[in-house]
T-cell receptor
């Protein structure tokens, strides 16, 4: 199993551009999450999904959108990128709500 | 007040030393507790869950004090490979059909030296 994979690893965006961060898991997990991690701050939940077709906002959803058309994939869309979205983005998944979350390797995004 | 608070460190200890990290949480409705480990520029990985009765996994011991809303991690016989950031993580509530909220502390950095 590859676990949780994320692409790209690194990206530089100009202000106002858009992009999609890809996340795929091959563990047949129902729950998937997107977090961002800023220097000196804890991980913040952006969006999560409890299954295909179901998504919900986390703590910091503004400026982002998600979709969950399959169990495996949970892409994160940034529209109109802003410097405040410069961060490291982690995708994670778990089989059930209360179980261990497995994280992908992260995407380092810089918006200039 | 932050929902989960940790001393950021760094804790610099010699190899073989015993080191302890503490974490406090503010929401008394928190139900599950974990320690995750994060290496530099890597993703967090689960180190261990924390149970009310306390639990041990090799050189690592975790304890929970619900009355004081306090979690601890003890590392005995520190190894160079233990150098990392240790994240205190608290899960609040479980609601049917939605994900419960996992709150991460900012982490405590440990550097083990020769």
């Amino acid at each position: 199993n590859a676990g949780v994979t994320q692409t790209p690893k690194f990206r530089i965006l100009k202000i106002g551009q858009s992009m999609t961060l890809q996340c795929t898991q091959d563990m047949n997990h129902n729950y998937m999450y997107w977090y961002r991690q800023d220097p000196g701050m804890g991980l913040k939940l952006i969006y999560y999904s409890v299954g295909a077709g179901i998504t919900d906002k986390g703590e910091v959803p503004n400026g982002y959108n998600v979709s969950r058309s399959t169990t495996e994939d949970f892409p994160l869309r940034l529209e109109l990128a802003a410097p405040s979205q410069t961060s490291v983005y982690f995708c994670a998944s778990s089989y059930r709500d209360s179980q261990e979350e497995y994280f992908g390797p992260g995407t380092r995004l810089t918006v200039t | 007040r932050k929902e989960v608070e940790q001393d950021p460190g760094p804790f610099n200890v010699p190899e073989g030393a015993t080191v302890a990290f503490n974490c406090t949480y503010s929401n008394s409705a928190s139900q599950s507790f974990f320690w995750y480990r994060q290496d530099c520029r890597k993703e967090p990985k689960l180190l261990m869950s924390v149970y009310s009765s306390g639990n041990e996994d090799g050189r690592f011991t975790a304890q929970l004090n619900r009355a004081s809303q306090y979690i601890s991690l003890l590392i005995r016989d520190s190894k160079l490979s233990d150098s990392a950031t240790y994240l205190c993580v608290v899960r609040r509530g479980i609601n049917t059909g939605t994900a419960s909220k996992l709150t991460f502390g900012t982490g405590t950095r440990l550097q083990v030296t020769l």
